[in-house]
C-alpha cells in the first residue's frame, strides 16, 4: 500500500510545482464565435439599411451607395464588394462622375478613390494614372494606400511594391511604430502600415522583422478591456484597425496571447462601443458615429475573411489589373446608330457673385424605338427638329438664368419646355410613321418625370444664397460670437483666399435658437458674409455627421497630410462632430485651420 501512495505523493507535488513554476504555454482563448461575428456585420447592414430606407444590399447599392461615391459611402462599397457583392456598376459611374466633377487635391484621397474603382470591378485608367503623382505626395498615408494599389497588382513608371516597401520600413520608430509625427509610434497608423505590408511578410525577411517589432509595438499599447487608446480617448476605431491588421497577416486574434489582455480581446474592445441598434459610437456611451460604424464594418468582415482563408480585406477580390484601358468619356456626345439615337439636352445655368457656382440640369430623351430604322428623309427630318428642340433649350437657359438671378419664379417656363419639347418628339413620332402608343406613353412619362424634378428642386443663384442679410430669430435665446481663422498658414502661401493677417471672419455675434449647434451658426455665417464653406455628410436632421472640408476655399491636406479645419468651443476642442455640438448662450466658437491635427494650436480636448 505504501508503496502505491508514494508515488501518488511525488506526482501531485510534481504537478504543483510545475503549475507554480513552468511558464504559461499559451493565453486563455476568447469565447467568440464566427457565428457571433457574422451577427455583429449583421447588425450594421441592418442598421444601415433602415438608415437609407433600402430594403436589401443590392437596392443599397444601387442607390444610396452609388450617391454618396467620393464623399460617404466609399469604404461600404470596398466592403460589399469583399463578401461577394459584385455588382457596384450603380457606384463605379458615380464615382467615375464625382473625379471628373472635382479636383482632388489630396494624394491619399486620389489613392483610396484608386482602391475604391478596383474594388468595383473597374477598369479606369484613373486606377494607374494617379499613381506617379500620388505615392509618396502627402507623407505615410500617401505611402501606404500607395502600397495597396500596387499590392493589387498595378504598376506605375516611378514606383514598384519594393521600392515602396523599402521606403516604409526605413520611416519605423524605434519603438517599433510608424507616425505621421513626433518621435513615437502611433496605434492607428502602425496598424495601417501593418495591413500593407502583409502581403510580403512571408516572403520578405526585412518586412517580416519590421513588422514582428510593429506587433511588439501594438500588443504592448493594448489595454485590459482588449481595446486602445487615441490621443488618450478609448474608441473602436483604433482597435478596428489593429483588428484588421492581424486578420491580414492570418492571425486570430482569439487565441494569439500577444492580444488577450486580463480575458478580452480585440472583439471585446469593439463591441464595448456597439449600440443597440446595432452600429457603433465613438466614445463608449455615446451616439451613433459613421466612422466609429465604418471601421467596426470592415475589420470584423476582415476577420472573417481570414478564418475562412481568404485573401486580406484589401487585395480586392475585383481588380483587373491587366485588363486596363484607356477610357475618355464624351459626355455631350450625340450618337446615332442603325439601332438607337440618344438624344442629350443639357442646359448648364452659371451664375456668379464673386466666387461662381455652378449647377446642370440634364434632360435625356431616352434610347426608344421610335428613332431606330429611320430613312434617310427620316433622319435628316428628325435632325432638324432636335435642332430646333436644342436651339429652344439654350434660349429658355439663358432665360432660366435671369429668372434665377432676379429671384423670379423659374420652374414654369422649365416646365413649359418640357412640355412643348414632349410635343415636338411626338409629332416628330408622327411624321416619321412611328405611332405606336408605347412611344406617345414613353414620352409622356419622361416628360411627367421632369416636370417632378422640377417642382421637387431648387436651383438657387450665389446672389441668393449669399444674402448679406443677417437671419431674424424671433424665438432667439441669446447669443453667441464665432471667428474663423487660418493664422498656422498665413505665411504660407500667396492665394488670395487666405488673408495676411489669417483672419477670415473676426469674432461676430449670431442669434441662437433653441437646438442650434455649431454646424447650423457656421452655415449662417457663409451664407451672410459670402464665406465659401463645402462640407461632407448629411444634412437636416441627420447633419450630426456634416465633416468640414473646406472653408474659403482652403481645404484639408493642402498644407500636408495633418492639415484641415477643428473647431473649438470656449477654448476646447469637442470629441462631438459639428452637427452634433448644440451651443449654449454665450458660448463662443472658433474654426481653426491646423498643420498638425491640432498640435500646432496646443488643444485642450473635452473629456
Known amino acids: 500500500m505504501r508503496t502505491k501512495v508514494l508515488p501518488g505523493i511525488l506526482c501531485s507535488l510534481l504537478v504543483i510545482i510545475l503549475s507554480l513554476y513552468h511558464p504559461v504555454f499559451t493565453a486563455e482563448c476568447s469565447d467568440h464565435t464566427v457565428g457571433e461575428v457574422d451577427d455583429l456585420i449583421g447588425g450594421i447592414i441592418d442598421y444601415k439599411l433602415g438608415q437609407a430606407g433600402a430594403g436589401s444590399i443590392e437596392e443599397w447599392l444601387g442607390e444610396g451607395i452609388a450617391e454618396g461615391a467620393g464623399t460617404v459611402t466609399d469604404w461600404y462599397a470596398l466592403t460589399l464588394s469583399q463578401c461577394g457583392y459584385t455588382d457596384l456598376s450603380a457606384y463605379e459611374s458615380s464615382l467615375i462622375g464625382y473625379l471628373g466633377n472635382n479636383s482632388i487635391t489630396s494624394a491619399t484621397s486620389r489613392e483610396k478613390y484608386a482602391l475604391a474603382l478596383c474594388a468595383a470591378g473597374s477598369n479606369n485608367s484613373y486606377i494607374t494614372d494617379i499613381l506617379d503623382s500620388s505615392i509618396g505626395g502627402q507623407g505615410m498615408m500617401s505611402w501606404i494606400y500607395g502600397l495597396h494599389v500596387l499590392n493589387n497588382g498595378y504598376t506605375c513608371s516611378r514606383f514598384t511594391a519594393d521600392s515602396v516597401v523599402d521606403t516604409i520600413l526605413s520611416m519605423q520608430y524605434s519603438d517599433g ?109 455615446g451616439s451613433f458615429n459613421e466612422t466609429a460604424t465604418v471601421q467596426a ?252 472640408s473646406g472653408i474659403n476655399y482652403i481645404y484639408e491636406y493642402d498644407f500636408g497630410d495633418l492639415s484641415g479645419w477643428v473647431y473649438h468651443v470656449n477654448g476646447i476642442a469637442p470629441s462631438r462632430g459639428c452637427g452634433e455640438y448644440i451651443l449654449s448662450a454665450g458660448d463662443r466658437v472658433e474654426w481653426l485651420y491646423t498643420c498638425e491635427i491640432g498640435h500646432d494650436l496646443n488643444e485642450v480636448y473635452e473629456k
Open 177 to 285: 511604430g510608424w507616425a505621421l509625427f513626433g518621435d513615437y509610434g502611433d496605434i492607428d497608423v502602425t496598424a495601417m502600415t501593418v495591413q500593407s505590408l502583409a502581403p510580403h511578410y512571408s516572403e520578405n525577411e526585412s518586412v517580416a522583422i519590421s513588422v514582428e517589432r510593429a506587433l511588439d509595438f501594438l500588443s504592448r499599447k493594448q489595454k485590459e478591456n482588449g481595446g486602445y487608446e487615441s490621443f488618450g480617448t478609448p474608441n473602436p476605431e483604433s482597435t478596428s484597425q489593429v483588428l484588421t491588421a492581424l486578420s491580414a497577416l492570418g492571425i486570430d486574434c482569439r487565441y494569439d496571447e500577444r492580444f488577450i489582455k486580463n480575458g478580452n480581446d480585440l472583439i471585446d474592445g469593439i463591441v464595448r462601443f456597439r449600440l443597440n441598434d446595432g452600429s457603433f459610437s465613438h466614445t463608449e456611451g
Open 297 to 548: 464594418y470592415y475589420s470584423f468582415v476582415a476577420f472573417k475573411r481570414m478564418t475562412e482563408g481568404k485573401t486580406p480585406l484589401l487585395i480586392l477580390d475585383n481588380r483587373k489589373p491587366n485588363n486596363i484601358e484607356q477610357q475618355q468619356t464624351e459626355p455631350d456626345k450625340q450618337e446615332v446608330t442603325d439601332n438607337n439615337t440618344t438624344l442629350v439636352t443639357t442646359i448648364a445655368i452659371s451664375v456668379s457673385k464673386e466666387k461662381s457656382t455652378e449647377s446642370t440640369v440634364a434632360v435625356t430623351a431616352g434610347n426608344t424605338d421610335a428613332f431606330s430604322q429611320t430613312s434617310a428623309t427620316g433622319t435628316a427630318g428628325v435632325t432638324s427638329s432636335i435642332s430646333q428642340v436644342s436651339t429652344a433649350a439654350i434660349q429658355t437657359a439663358a432665360a432660366i438664368q435671369e429668372n434665377v438671378q432676379k429671384k423670379n419664379g423659374y420652374k414654369p417656363k422649365v416646365i413649359f419646355v418640357i412640355i412643348v419639347s414632349a410635343a415636338v418628339l411626338s409629332l416628330i413620332l408622327l411624321i416619321i410613321g412611328k405611332r405606336s402608343i408605347k412611344n406617345f406613353i414613353f414620352i409622356g412619362i419622361l416628360a411627367g418625370a421632369g416636370v417632378i424634378i422640377v417642382l421637387v428642386t431648387n436651383i438657387s443663384s450665389a446672389g441668393n444664397y449669399y444674402s448679406g442679410e443677417k437671419k431674424q430669430k424671433i424665438n432667439a435665446v441669446g447669443t453667441v460670437t464665432m471667428e474663423i481663422r487660418c493664422d498656422t498658414i498665413a505665411d504660407k502661401s500667396n492665394s488670395e483666399y487666405i488673408p495676411s493677417d489669417g483672419v477670415i471672419l473676426p469674432p461676430t455675434a449670431f442669434d441662437i435658437e433653441t437646438g442650434d449647434t455649431v454646424f447650423d451658426i457656421l452655415t449662417e455665417a457663409a451664407q451672410t458674409y459670402g464665406i465659401q464653406v463645402e462640407n461632407k455628410g448629411s444634412a437636416g436632421g441627420a447633419h450630426g455627421m456634416v465633416y468640414i
